[in-house]
């Protein structure tokens, strides 16, 4: 079983920057890709930014310029820094991961989450 933790969240006042941490434990042997996903009130979950286990990023266009996502993959561990926060950013954000357990069965494991609330 994998387990996703995530941290980092907050409150903060438009401008500003928060920077969220995902861990990620159990029973890994590889982890393929990593994510980022929001959610806010009333609104459908969107895919914010990906990472692959080879480095190659993707981000959702309202966020380009402002996120960066990164992730060390010898600590299964992975970050968002958001900067110039607005309060569209405002959502409870959940960290993904999918890749193979120790014994070689898939998997696609997601975090509880964490809030994060931007203030105008």
């Known amino acids: 079983q994998v387990q996703l933790v995530e941290s980092g969240g907050g409150l903060v006042r438009a401008g500003g920057s928060l920077r969220l941490s995902c861990a990620a434990s159990?029973?890994?042997?590889?982890?393929?890709?990593m994510g980022w996903y929001r959610q806010a009130p009333g609104k459908q979950r969107e895919l914010v930014a990906s990472?692959?286990?080879?480095?190659?990023?993707n981000y959702a266009d309202s966020v380009k310029g402002r996120f960066t996502i990164s992730r060390i993959n010898a600590e299964n561990t992975m970050y968002l820094q958001m900067n110039s926060l607005n309060p569209e950013d405002t959502a409870v954000y959940y960290c993904?991961?999918?890749?193979?357990?120790?014994?070689?069965?898939?998997?696609?494991?997601r975090g509880q989450g964490t809030q994060v609330t931007v203030s105008s």
């Open positions: 993904n991961a999918n890749g193979l357990t120790a014994l070689r069965g898939i998997f696609n494991a």
């Open positions: 159990g029973s890994i042997f590889r982890i393929e890709a």
């Open positions: 990472v692959t286990q080879g480095g190659n990023t």
